[in-house]
């Protein structure tokens, strides 16, 4: 089946603009990661969906970045004011469950540009 | 602080070498190993290892877990430049409710013909 898809795949944006990245995770995952890497960086966590239940924001750098989840499917990451260190990828990733047995599955990326 | 940290930062060999990539881990509530094989943007999944001492292997790929020492290993053998990539390993880790993955730096691999 169809993995994961973001969209869209590259976004250039001057420095204090918002912008909306989209993510839509396999069919039938219930868990949605959304993920940074920065130039030299290993993979940053940012946020996490599972279901109906209270996102677990605890990964986001600040309070601009936020994120929806609409219908338990697509969801939507919104940087707010951006600023030249949000330049980076953003991956969303899947999952069948939020269980250590099942394997988050990856995005191709949205890569952010802030000039 | 979760850390993983993953060794050698780059390495450059010659088709048909073996090569050992190491990941070692300090965090909190772990659950398990997980590497990934990241070419352009998307990391795709290779291994996720749960238990020590447990080899998994998937053709010339295999990885073991050592939950003692906090370490995994990822092994290639006969390797080939479709190979090239940068390796990823992260611990996955249980907190607030969800299994976010903490990783590593990864290690970017050449092969040269």
């Known amino acids: 089946g169809a993995g994961v898809s973001q969209s869209p795949s590259n976004k250039v944006t001057e420095k204090g603009k918002d912008v909306e990245l989209r993510c839509d995770p396999i069919?039938?995952?219930?868990?949605l990661y959304w993920y940074r890497q920065s130039l030299g960086q290993g993979l940053e966590f940012l946020i996490y969906?599972?279901?109906?239940?209270?996102?677990?924001k605890s990964g986001l750098p600040s309070d601009r970045f936020s994120a929806e989840r609409t219908g338990g499917s697509v969801s939507t990451l919104t940087i707010q004011r951006t600023q030249q260190e949000d330049s980076a990828v953003y991956l969303c990733a899947s999952s069948e469950a939020p269980g250590q047995g099942y394997e988050q599955y990856f995005g191709p990326g949205t890569r952010l540009t802030v000039t | 602080e979760d850390k993983v940290v993953q060794s050698p930062l780059s390495l450059v060999v010659h088709e048909g070498d073996t090569v050992t990539l190491n990941c070692s881990y300090e965090v909190t509530n772990f659950r398990s190993l997980l590497w990934y094989k990241q070419e352009k943007k998307a990391p795709t999944f290779l291994f996720m290892l749960?238990?020590?001492?447990i080899e998994k292997k998937s053709g010339r790929l295999s990885s073991i877990l050592d939950k003692k020492e906090l370490f995994s290993i990822l092994n290639i053998t006969a390797t080939q430049t479709g190979d090239s990539a940068v390796y990823l390993c992260?611990?996955?880790?249980?907190?607030?409710?969800?299994?976010?993955?903490?990783f590593g730096k990864g290690t970017k691999l050449s092969v040269i013909p």
């Open positions: 969906f599972q279901g109906n239940s209270a996102p677990d």
């Open positions: 749960t238990s020590s001492g």
């Open positions: 069919s039938g995952h219930t868990a």
């Open positions: 992260a611990a996955a880790l249980r907190g607030a409710g969800s299994y976010q993955l903490t």
